[in-house]
């Protein structure tokens, strides 16, 4: 079974701080996503990458960065959190269009 | 580009009631559909997946979906639900233009006893 692995599944952090969430998947997929889960609003995609060092921004990048050293392991930086970057944060990984298999998520808190 | 509308954000039934979820999709040349769920304190995982053929899909725990290409929907339906069908539930589409999937805001099944 493809396993996405999300490093960790609950973060507080402080206003200003820089917060790293680390995701790498098992099965050698070439496509990893980064989305943040919002009630309401669904999931909406903040970057991806088709292949190492390679990235793409997603429909709301603003205030984040990744980053794609190795194929299994995708990684979504904020660089200074802010309070409106409170969310669940969602990694996926597939091998072609269409299915997606997703990690267990990251709840993060900005205080 | 696409778009995905899931028109109920909460459904509420009781145990053993039939249920449907409904998921409209703005048209597109070539369509493949998707649903997700999401249990409680978890991620995504695939339900069921309409590519090409039969209209009607099901998945392995009694949810199928149909494809209506007339009426751009692509509705998720259940004869009799179970307390642990109980999650939210996600319709996606791929974007015309980039390939990546679309999802709806989610539907929050709530099956009561």
């Known amino acids: 079974d493809v396993k996405v692995t999300q490093s960790s599944r609950y973060l507080v952090k402080r206003t200003g701080e820089k917060v790293f969430l680390e995701c790498v998947q098992d099965m050698d997929h070439e496509n990893m996503f980064w989305y943040r889960q919002d009630p309401g609003l669904g999931l909406r995609l903040i970057y991806f990458?088709?292949?190492?060092?390679?990235?793409e921004k997603g429909d709301i990048p603003e205030g984040y960065s990744v980053s794609r050293e190795k194929k299994e392991r995708f990684s979504l930086i904020l660089e200074s959190a802010s309070t409106n970057q409170t969310s669940m944060y969602l990694c996926?990984?597939?091998f072609g269009p269409g299915e997606l298999f997703f990690g267990e998520g990251s709840r993060l808190t900005v205080l | 580009a696409q778009s995905v509308t899931q028109l109920d954000s909460q459904v509420p039934v009781f145990e053993e009631a039939p249920v449907e979820l409904r998921c409209n999709y703005s048209?597109?040349?070539?369509?493949?559909l998707f649903w997700y769920v999401q249990y409680p304190n978890q991620g995504l995982q695939l339900l069921l997946k309409y590519l090409s053929g039969s209209t009607l899909v099901e998945s392995i725990n009694g949810f199928e979906a149909e494809f209506n290409k007339s009426q751009t929907s692509f509705h998720l339906r259940k004869p009799s639900v179970h307390i642990s069908d109980t999650a939210e539930y996600f319709c996606a589409v791929p974007s015309s233009n980039t390939g990546k999937l679309i999802f709806g805001q989610g539907t929050t099944l709530q099956v009561k006893p």
């Open positions: 996926a990984s597939s």
């Open positions: 990458s088709y292949d190492v060092k390679m990235k």
């Open positions: 048209s597109s040349v070539s369509v493949y």
